[in-house]
């Protein structure tokens, strides 16, 4: 299989540095600024939006696309956080602009001063030298009776189907929900508007009409569904619905923890459930469900999980004779041609397994081949490393024996992340043989993400093992440490990417913890 080249190019600009006013530090490494004045200073620059805790900057784009942005609250610019962006356009927030810090909102009624420069594109920070002096200093002074967030901007819709479209817009942080106002007239009434609430900013909009331009309005709303930004500027969707559906399909991984106790999972078992149920997957890899028996119903792990979901979930296989590895399908939307239970290249006391299916779906009677396998744990050794790579070929060999040509998802938890050492041996194994990780996380730096072929993206940035962690681990680049996968034949159209996590405003996980991985989860449309 031949890797297709990527459809989409994306620059995601939330990656960078904590800067002091002449040292740049970042990953432990400090460097010294390279000598300016090669283009000239950024002029333009102003304020586009401004909230109670947040201004949006736009300046004029110098040509280089890499730019670094500083906030200070003297307007000398002493003692300066700074920020590197592949992009004109930047939205201040917080004191700190690192993700991972942090760090605290900004204060309404405070001034705040900005300054920004052109620096050289380089996914190092050590070679990211400036280009031009910094420009003017623009002064803002946040109002103390707007709303706290800034509108979302950078609507972006693709089609569905036939009457179906995904909708995304800029992210407002964890915690926060929205309201989509969208219409085929925008000449009416905005109270005659249609309209949805989501936890995240993206929805997919059903029951639409053919041939229709529609237009779309998102705004913050908080925790009691009061709004908390302006509704975003008017924007017309520019996918055409199309008049030949390839209906879109759910499918998800999610390593449940087995049971290291019976307190362990008997604490978590339902809020595991939940996360499944309210998500819906139309097909879900499962690792960590074992063949255990626990204490609150005298079952196996895998067969109460299974109790949980209920109908119309059901396992391809009869969950046991795979250590922990399951897969489990919709039955009302997909039918089961075919499946089965590979063990995989053995190192060590645990046996790993893939477990594969046929299946087929009902509404457009397409049919694909999927597979959830957990490969060997253990990131720090070569040999390590080389069984991993082993045991990826062996699935590869066993789709190229089973899929017959079909389109292939493999999902599951890979135990290896793009920071391993020697290097991530799966991932290679897996994109090398001409499958795609839909959201590019291959590299740690300012270009992660760049050339991501996923249309729509949400929490790609949370680390997927949380370590049962309060807070959940994020990162300072676009995507975070990931050790579970989701991969694709090229044909096979991703439209939405994203992690299923349920935090408030601090980043913190509500209630129970279901698990040590986050689950993922992406709509996809069959060729």
Do not use: C
Not at 136 to 161: D, I, M, Q, R, W
Not at 178 to 183: K, P, S
Not at 372 to 390: F, K, M, W
Not at 511 to 525: C, F, K, L, R
């Amino acid at each position: 299989m031949t890797r297709s080249p990527s459809t989409s190019s994306r620059l995601r600009a939330r990656v960078g540095v904590f800067v002091g006013s002449v040292a740049l530090l970042m990953s432990g490494a400090v460097v010294t600024g390279g000598a300016a004045q090669a283009i000239d200073a950024p002029t333009g620059l102003k304020a586009v939006d401004v909230a109670s805790k947040g201004v949006a900057l736009k300046w004029s784009n110098t040509g280089q696309g890499a730019y670094r942005v500083r906030m200070s609250t003297s307007s000398s610019m002493s003692s300066p956080e700074a920020w590197d962006v592949l992009d004109n356009y930047y939205e201040w927030t917080r004191t700190d602009a690192s993700p991972s810090a942090r760090a605290p909102r900004l204060t309404p009624g405070k001034t705040y001063y900005f300054q920004v420069k052109a620096i050289k594109r380089a996914a190092d920070s050590s070679d990211r030298d400036s280009l031009s002096n910094y420009s003017s200093t623009l002064a803002v002074t946040l109002p103390t009776t707007a709303l706290p967030e800034l509108k979302p901007v950078k609507v972006k819709a693709t089609a569905g189907g036939s009457t179906s479209l995904h909708v995304s817009w800029s992210d407002r942080g964890p915690g926060y929900s929205y309201l989509l106002r969208f219409t085929p007239n925008p000449d009416k009434s905005v109270t005659k508007w249609s309209s949805v609430k989501t936890d995240r900013p993206a929805v997919t909009l059903k029951g639409l009409t053919p041939g229709k331009t529609y237009y779309f309005r998102p705004r913050v709303i908080d925790s009691l569904g009061k709004g908390a930004s302006p509704y975003g500027e008017l924007g017309p969707s520019e996918a055409t619905l199309e008049s030949t559906p390839s209906p879109g399909l759910s499918v998800a991984t999610y390593n449940i923890r087995k049971k290291y106790s019976d307190a362990d999972w008997t604490a978590r078992r339902k809020a595991v459930a939940t996360n499944i149920l309210t998500t819906a997957p139309d097909v879900i890899g499962i690792q960590e469900a074992i063949p255990t028996t626990y204490g609150v119903n005298g079952k196996k792990q895998y067969a109460d999980l299974m109790d949980l979901m209920g109908d119309p979930y059901a396992y391809v296989t009869s969950g046991s004779g795979s250590s922990g590895t399951q897969l489990a399908y919709n039955t009302e939307r997909l039918t089961k041609v075919k499946s089965g239970i590979k063990m995989l290249f053995e190192d060590g006391a645990a046996e790993r397994y893939a477990v594969w299916a046929i299946l087929k779906d009902k509404i457009s009677d397409k049919s694909f081949f999927v597979v959830s396998t957990h490969l060997e744990p253990g990131t720090t050794t070569p040999e390590l490393n080389a069984v991993r790579i082993h045991q990826a070929q062996d699935i590869l060999d066993l789709v190229e024996d089973n899929a017959n040509g079909r389109p292939t998802i493999i999902v599951g938890d890979m135990n290896t992340s793009r920071t391993a050492e020697p290097n991530n041996g799966q991932y290679k194994t897996f994109t090398g043989a001409g499958y795609i990780d839909p959201i590019d996380n291959s590299v740690a730096n300012w270009f992660s993400g760049e050339n991501a072929t996923a249309e729509h993206i949400v929490n790609a940035q949370y680390s997927s093992a949380n370590k049962l962690e309060r807070k959940a681990l994020l990162s300072s680049f676009p995507n975070g440490t990931h050790i579970d996968y989701m991969y694709t034949s090229p044909s096979i159209r991703v439209a939405v990417w994203r992690q299923v996590l349920n935090l408030d405003t601090t980043g913190s996980f509500v209630g129970t913890i279901p698990s040590d991985h986050n689950m993922m989860q992406m709509t996809i449309h069959l060729p």
